[in-house]
Antibody
């Protein structure tokens, strides 16, 4: 059974940093593109970033370029999102998802709140 | 405002057929990129519902089907059931933005 479990969310002040993790199991993690998708409270889904199987290609939505970094550790079956210079508008539930065009499996999500 | 436009809400009675539209442009749906659909039940993570070639993952009933024409796509749900009440999102890729796009979402109410 495919499982994706996010962790690392919480409350952070504007300008602060946070690192999200996603532990994957039930499939060969190193064979798949992976992604982060977020959902602001009461709003729709927004794609954040994708990363290739070996980490050599990474893509970001314009609003997070230069502030967020997606990475992975295939030996640990883990996906990460380093978020720096956080803004109030980054407040959202962040989902880890497997990207096979479409996103076929999603984690349960982790809440990130940016507020003073 | 999303580049993929969906109606904010649709509704239907049990047993009826409803459709949810997803309107894009020449740089996404019109550029032959696939459109995929997701269902998000209240308080839960999104769930993959149907892919661009009308493939459904196991467990998704054939009451759900997808269509695409030109710069638009649609999700059709037949034999509406109370358990279908959820938010539905379309998703594609945009070549001018070089990124993945979601529609704004449509809330389906089963009357």
């Amino acid at each position: 059974e495919v499982q994706l479990v996010e962790s690392g969310g919480g409350l952070v002040q504007p300008g602060g940093s946070l690192r999200l993790s996603c532990a994957a199991s039930g499939f060969t993690f190193s064979s798949y593109w992976m992604s982060w998708v977020r959902q602001a409270p009461g709003k729709g889904l927004d794609w954040v970033a994708n990363i290739k199987q070996d980490g050599t290609e990474k893509y970001y939505v314009d609003s997070v370029k230069g502030r967020f970094t997606i990475s992975r550790d295939n030996a640990k079956n883990s996906l990460y999102l380093q978020m720096n210079s956080l803004r109030a508008e980054d407040t959202a539930v962040y989902y880890c998802a497997r990207w096979v065009t479409p996103f076929d499996y999603w984690g349960q999500g982790v809440l990130v709140t940016v507020s003073s | 405002q999303s580049v993929l436009t969906q109606p904010p809400s649709v509704s239907g009675a049990p047993g009826q057929r409803v459709t949810i539209s997803c309107t894009g442009s020449s740089s996404n749906i019109g550029a032959a990129y696939d459109v995929h659909w997701y269902q998000q039940l209240p308080g839960t993570a999104p769930k993959f519902l149907i892919s661009g070639n009308n493939n459904r993952p196991s467990g998704v009933p054939d009451r759900f089907s997808g269509f695409k024409s030109g710069t638009s796509a649609s999700l059709a749900i037949t034999g509406l059931q109370a358990e279908d009440e959820a938010d539905y999102y379309c998703q594609s890729y945009d070549s001018s933005l070089s990124g993945v796009l979601f529609g704004g979402g449509t809330k389906l109410t089963v009357l």
